[in-house]
């Protein structure tokens, strides 16, 4: 089960992040916790950004993906973003993996989330 304490180490990790090439967030299926990091990195990374598209794009790159719930919530909690990017991935719906899949598809955001601050 994701926590905060582990969150706090994802944020420390992005915050300190060159940002000179590209960042790769994977778990054992690549469907739920991944696509988790990979949306709260885009949300940290892209402050002023808006969750919902955001969230819009990572469904566009991935119709797989079925982010972790809690930890969308812990880092929407983290950064203060006050139910918005838990909305922004409930909004933009679950993908439906098949009952037998054990890995999800490779998918890549744009570089606009995640190259700047």
């Known amino acids: 089960m994701p926590s905060a304490e582990q969150i706090g180490y994802l944020l420390s ?7 000179a ?5 994977h778990c ?4 739920g916790r991944s696509p988790a ?12 950004g808006d ?4 969230a819009l794009t990572l469904r566009a790159a991935s119709g797989l993906a079925r982010p972790n719930e ?5 880092g929407d909690n983290a950064m203060g973003r006050n139910g918005r990017m838990s909305d922004a991935i409930t909004i933009s719906g679950r993908g439906l ?3 037998d899949c054990q890995e999800g598809e490779p998918f890549e955001l744009p570089s606009a989330y995640g190259s700047s601050k």
């Open 21 to 25: 090439g590209s960042i790769l967030f």
């Open 70 to 74: 809690v930890l969308v919530e812990l």
């Open 28 to 31: 054992r299926a690549g469907i």
């Open 51 to 54: 969750e919902h598209e955001i």
């Open 97 to 99: 993996p098949p009952p």
């Open 13 to 19: 990790f992005l915050e300190a992040w060159d940002r």
């Open 37 to 48: 990091a990979a949306f709260v990195a885009a949300c940290f990374l892209n402050p002023c």
